[in-house]
């Protein structure tokens, strides 16, 4: 796509039930200075209650392609091509640590994004929804809870408070940019049973990135996989997993294949 392009076109298109609720159309991504390219035409579309996983090494693209849907690139990059969402998104970053306010409580942390987007409401409105949002993504004793400080809770928990945040503006479609790769293998596990709970819940769209091919095919029913700004293979997790076309998915295949086989050996010989 030429420089001159306009901006993304953030476009709020007619609500049809089968109807994309994110499509993106020959999405760019370059550095304002010098219109050197980072993301290099990216086209996806997400349907409603649709899960995808965007796959690839460090640098391929992934963040910048979801930080382009939602508005938030860094003033010295620019985006060109189509951006259009018929609903609300929310992003959830990898690190909880940083994601959340230390000087918040997490109650009103997750109140105040709440109150944002449904204006006009008390604060008792807000408490009272907090904590069933605190209560649906797995936090216990969530009315006590909401007092917490972030730093009171472990990764996991501070993972969930993120994600009751995101949850907070009820959106049509969640990105999730490494979730989990912060967390420990068993926190993990539990934070994408609960992701994938939700999504199906609530017949929320999703699109998951992570380096991790296996993280991504255990909740996703579709694949991209990225590498140096280009999707090079899309399809159903099934068919990428069974019959991958591209070199680069047989090497993420075989690389994780490796991983695995040598994490079962390291517990193994700890056992
Ligand atoms: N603000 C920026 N300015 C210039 N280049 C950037 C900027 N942010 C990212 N890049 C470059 O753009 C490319 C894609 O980055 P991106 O963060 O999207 O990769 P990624 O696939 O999400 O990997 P990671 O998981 O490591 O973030 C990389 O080469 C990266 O160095």
Known sequence: MSPTTATPTTGHAPVRDDAPVLRLDDLRVARADDDHELVHGVSLALRPGETLGIVGESGSGKSLTLRAVMDILPPTLRATGTVERTGRAAMIFQEPATALNPTMRVGDLVAGTWRRHHPGTSRRDARRATVELLDSVGIDRAAERVRAWPHELSGGMRQR????????????????????????????????D?????????????????????????????????????????????????DPQHPYTRELLAANLARRLATREVEEVSR
């Open 161 to 192: 408070v993120v994600i009751a945040a995101a949850l907070s503006v009820d959106p049509d479609v969640l990105l999730c940019d490494e979730p989990t790769t912060a967390l420990d293998v068993r926190v993990q596990a539990q934070i994408l």
């Open 194 to 242: 609960l992701l994938r709970a939700l999504v199906t819940e609530r017949g929320t769209a999703m699109a998951f990135v992570s380096h991790d091919l296996a993280v991504v095919a255990s909740v996703c029913e579709r694949i991209a996989v990225m590498r140096l700004g280009d999707v090079v293979e899309s399809g159903t997790t099934r068919a990428v997993l069974a």
